[in-house]
T-cell receptor, first 114, second 120 residues
Framework: AQSVTQLGSHVSVSEGALVLLRCNYS??????LFWYVQYPNQGLQLLLK??????LVKGINGFEAEFKKSETSFHLTKPSAHMSDAAEYFC????????????FGSGTRLQVQP | GAVVSQHPSRVICKSGTSVKIECRSL??????MFWYRQFPKKSLMLMAT?????????EQGVEKDKFLINHASLTLSTLTVTSAHPEDSSFYIC????????????????FGPGTRLTVL
């Protein structure tokens, strides 16, 4: 079975500050890991994904995430927050075999203060 | 990137009626589509997996007779909420699985914009 834990349901940062959204996973097989962003009343947009290639993954909008197997983590970072980054962020895991449906974390709402 | 559409984006219906939601992959073929449900301020919960030409696989606790899924073509899956009740009000999101070219293991899911269902 696979699971995802996102620490912190709400994160608030100042514009220009570092963004760090935490994600830890549990998977019985090598996982595929994803970060999605959701704006109000919209669907999910893929930010980035890890699929067993490079451990540091760069995504859209300046976001990146690092896969750390020893820590079972896949934290999302951005060096400098922008007001437009305010949204809900979901970490998700998919096992490498089987149905490959995604298991989502509970989400983290990012607020960016001016 | 791959585009997935959902129709309608928002629907309000009376209790007891049925509502059909369409999910289309616009520029790729999707052998598998997934249906998720999202409650307010909650994460997405997988409802069912829909494979083209075969019966959908439902998650535990999801009533297959209430949430009818049809995946008649490689670009279209439909979710019909039958005899809808207020507790069925939710945000329904579909995703379609696309294969990255040249690497069959690097599947990516592309999500539709979601359908907001309100049952009065």
């Amino acid at each position: 079975a696979q699971s995802v834990t996102q620490l912190g349901s709400h994160v608030s940062v100042s514009e220009g500050a570092l963004v760090l959204l935490r994600c830890n996973y549990s998977s019985s097989v090598p996982p595929y890991l994803f970060w999605y962003v959701q704006y109000p009343n919209q669907g999910l947009q893929l930010l980035l994904k890890y699929t067993s290639a490079a451990t540091l993954v760069k995504g859209i909008n300046g976001f990146e995430a690092e896969f750390k197997k020893s820590e079972t983590s896949f934290h999302l970072t951005k060096p400098s927050a922008h007001m437009s980054d305010a949204a809900e962020y979901f970490c998700a895991v998919s096992e490498g075999t089987g149905r490959r449906a995604l298991t989502f974390g509970s989400g983290t709402r990012l607020q960016v203060q001016p | 990137g791959a585009v997935v559409s959902q129709h309608p984006s928002r629907v309000i219906c009376k209790s007891g009626t049925s509502v059909k939601i369409e999910c289309r992959s616009l520029d790729f073929q999707a052998t598998t589509m997934f249906w998720y449900r999202q409650f307010p301020k909650k994460s997405l919960m997988l409802m069912a997996t829909s494979n083209e030409g075969s019966k959908a696989t439902y998650e535990q606790g999801v009533e297959k007779d209430k949430f009818l899924i049809n995946h008649a073509s490689l670009t279209l899956s439909t979710l019909t909420v039958t005899s809808a009740h207020p507790e069925d009000s939710s945000f329904y999101i579909c995703s379609a699985r696309a294969r990255a070219s040249g690497t069959s293991s690097q599947d990516t899911q592309y999500f539709g914009p979601g359908t907001r269902l309100t049952v009065l």
